[in-house]
């Protein structure tokens, strides 16, 4: 693979950590017991797993169809599974789990929705995501601290709180005083124009009223969105939650299948741990931090011999899968040269 784009490189690292920490997990958890294990999986499970993954994506894409009709656009099944596949592709390859924003505005503006109103779809789509997280991972953690201790991830832990924090406060602060945050933008944006934009003036001021614009209809229609469209935001908060039980129900399922069920409590309170830590992780899709802190995190619950492809097959539903279908989408809808243009303008 040539290394002559942000994307390429991406993936390339994606590949390079996740398939460096499976061979470390196979390396450090294989041996007899793994093999006569792996002989009697039940692939009744696996199926199932693969049908709440598809359950999941199901109830995002039933959530876009709702948020954009909201905004006045109505999407075809079709179109909404596109750009959610799509979607899952380059977040899965992006840090912070956060990368495919950009490239959802631009599929929703090829609908007719400016990008002031596609903005805001994407970021009422994160806030409900982040709420979800915000209040179940502290919530077990608080109760369940050792998870945290034992597994030596305080410090991830206590940056993720950080940036949710920051988030948090940007969101409030632009839905309570819209007006003040809209001119303190603008503002930024002038200094930020006039010490960069050099001599390329002219053109910088073309982009300077670009944002300027931009930011005037992102919180005119985020103030707007959550006042007149709470019904909406209510059924899209309803999906959410269905979406992440659908997913977290995955790895139960999988250790079901591997002839080891736990209480599908504990493995919700350990899932909920991780998916904290994923969706603020500086790797390519938590590439890495996922493997290592699923690992981690399990270890003390599933025996040793068990462990490693359990982390395997879990990162293959919630993952690995999603990177196969959304790349072969993306590459056959708009190939990786345009997908750089989409992701430069984001």
């Known amino acids: 693979m040539k290394l002559d784009s942000?994307?390429?490189?991406?993936?390339?690292?994606?590949?390079?950590?996740?398939?460096?920490?499976?061979?470390?997990?196979?390396?450090?958890?294989?041996?007899?017991?793994?093999?006569?294990?792996?002989?009697?999986?039940?692939?009744?499970?696996l199926l199932l797993a693969l049908g709440l993954l598809g359950l999941a994506n199901l109830f995002d894409m039933l959530q876009l169809r709702i948020l954009a009709k909201a905004l006045g656009v109505k999407l075809t099944w079709r179109y909404a599974a596109k750009s959610m596949y799509m979607y899952y592709f380059i977040s899965n390859i992006t840090p912070t789990a956060t990368g495919g924003e950009p490239l959802m505005i631009y599929m929703l503006s090829q609908k007719g929705l400016r990008v002031g109103k596609a903005s805001v779809l994407v970021v009422v789509r994160g806030f409900l995501q982040i709420v979800l997280i915000a209040v179940t991972g502290p919530l077990v953690i608080y109760f369940h601290r050792d998870l945290v201790n034992e597994a030596g991830l305080k410090l991830v832990f206590d940056y993720a709180l950080v940036i949710l924090s920051i988030l948090g406060t940007l969101l409030v602060c632009a839905l309570v005083w819209p007006k003040k945050v809209e001119k303190i933008s603008i503002q930024l944006i002038e200094k930020l124009v006039s010490r960069f934009g050099g001599r390329f003036r002219s053109g910088a001021n073309v982009i300077e009223r670009r944002i300027k614009i931009w930011v005037k209809d992102f919180i005119f229609n985020l103030k707007k969105f959550f006042t007149r469209q709470r019904r909406s935001v209510l059924q899209a908060g309803m999906l959410t939650i269905a979406s992440w039980l659908s997913y977290n129900m995955i790895a139960f399922v999988v250790l079901k299948g591997l002839n080891y069920p736990l209480h599908l409590g504990k493995v919700f309170m350990v899932e909920i741990v991780v998916y904290f830590l994923l969706y603020f992780s500086p790797t390519p899709g938590g590439s890495g931090i996922a493997e290592g802190g699923f690992y981690l995190l399990f270890a003390p619950l599933v025996p040793q011999y068990l462990l490693g492809i359990f982390v395997i097959l879990w990162r293959f539903f919630t993952s690995y899968l999603l990177v196969l279908v959304g790349g072969l989408i993306t590459i056959k809808t708009m190939g990786i040269d345009q997908l750089e243009k989409i992701k430069r303008l984001g």
Not at 20 to 34: A, K, P, V
């Open 6 to 45: 942000p994307i390429r490189r991406t993936i390339l690292i994606f590949i390079s950590l996740s398939g460096g920490l499976i061979l470390f997990l196979s390396l450090r958890t294989f041996g007899s017991r793994t093999l006569e294990a792996m002989a009697r999986i039940r692939l009744g499970y």
